[in-house]
């Protein structure tokens, strides 16, 4: 009796779809050391200049970062091209994690073929998050420069878009560009992942961290406009050392340094000891003892490390709250929408 063809899932029906869209080549042979760290730098480089790049058209004034307190785990910069940061990635990927692992999806990952459609699948659902998680936040707190709305106020398209849209059109081309960042940035964790060391996503989260970290510490420039005081951790100890007298530094001036933000010494202290602490636990190793039953004498040690947990857990969570932020933001906006709106409880 033939065996029973297995069923295919309906994802299969996105394939066409899914073959077309740009994506990094996998490496025939082997990648050598230099190529990889090459890649990784290379990577790295564009990542820092995309967190620098603003957002053309983007009111810098009323810039209002809701989610700065997620901005390490998401590795975005805000009004910047890496406005997103690996939302989008992230929120993808754990949809279709849960989907497959609940078998909503009749996939087996060990066929290569059905691993091909779930990464196009997965492809395809970081475009669709990509604007999911744009829209509502132009559409609702990032707020379009008025000069570059009024340029837009005009007739266009050969008259096909009427005089007055400019608002409308601003907002479009914002999202425009954060499409263009967060998908070239889907590319770029691709890159790392196949020609590269790692994981894209780890290297951005701790790029971000890196250079938090580093500027941080040692930021010589003042925090504010009508400040004399260096915002870094080590300047401002050396100034404070260097400009209040014992007397100073004992009514209050240690209090300073130690816990006055920003950036007091307290959070480097706390900072170095989190790091080696974590770096320590994750080392260690506990060496279970062997015995052969059918061999008497035979004994071995078999190391299992103490700590098996990672940061996806973290990630999971700040990428589902950042969610329901975003969308309570949006209805808290607009009372005029019915149900959803703040006006409407």
């Given amino acids: 009796m033939p065996l029973e063809e297995k069923k295919k899932s309906r994802l299969y029906a996105l394939k066409p779809l899914t073959d077309r869209l740009p994506a990094v080549t996998r490496p025939e042979g082997h990648v050598h050391f230099r190529t990889k760290m090459f890649w990784v730098l290379a990577i790295l480089v564009l990542y820092f200049a995309m967190t620098n790049i603003f957002i053309y ?17 998401l590795a975005g910069a805000q009004g910047s091209l890496m406005h997103l940061g690996i939302g989008p990635i992230v929120t993808a990927s754990i949809i279709m994690q849960l989907f497959a692992g609940a078998k909503i999806i009749n996939l087996d990952l060990q066929d290569d073929e059905d691993k091909s459609v779930y990464q196009g699948t997965q492809k395809f659902l970081v475009i669709l998050m990509i604007f999911v998680e744009a829209i509502p936040q132009v559409f609702g707190f990032l707020t379009p420069a008025s000069g570059f709305v009024t340029a837009l106020n005009g007739s266009f398209l050969f008259g096909l878009i009427s005089v007055g849209h400019g608002t409308f059109l601003a907002q479009i081309l914002i999202v425009i560009q954060l499409f263009a960042g967060s998908y070239l940035v889907f590319l770029m964790d691709e890159v790392v992942s196949k020609w590269g060391i790692g994981s894209g996503i780890s290297l951005f989260i701790a790029g971000g961290v890196a250079q938090q970290i580093f500027t941080g510490t040692f930021n010589w420039e ?53 790091f080696l602490i974590v770096a320590y636990v994750e080392s260690t190793r506990i060496e279970l003892p062997l015995a052969h039953g059918m061999a008497r004498g035979a004994r071995g040690r078999y190391p299992i490390r103490l700590m098996y947990a ?36």
């Fill in 57 to 73: 058209g983007l009111d810098r004034a009323n810039v209002i970062d809701f989610f700065s307190s997620l901005r390490a785990i």
């Fill in 222 to 274: 003042p925090s504010s406009a009508t400040s004399r005081i260096p915002a870094g951790t080590i300047p401002k100890t050396v100034w404070y050392l260097q400009n209040y007298p014992g007397s100073q530094l004992a009514g209050g001036g240690i209090e300073q340094i130690m816990v006055q933000p920003p950036n007091p010494l307290i959070a480097l202290i706390g900072t170095v000891a989190i």
């Fill in 310 to 345: 990672s940061n996806i857990p973290v990630i999971l969570v700040a990428a589902v709250l950042a969610n329901v932020s975003m969308f309570s933001l949006l209805f808290w906006q607009h009372p005029e929408w019915p149900l959803v709106g703040h006006a409407s409880w």
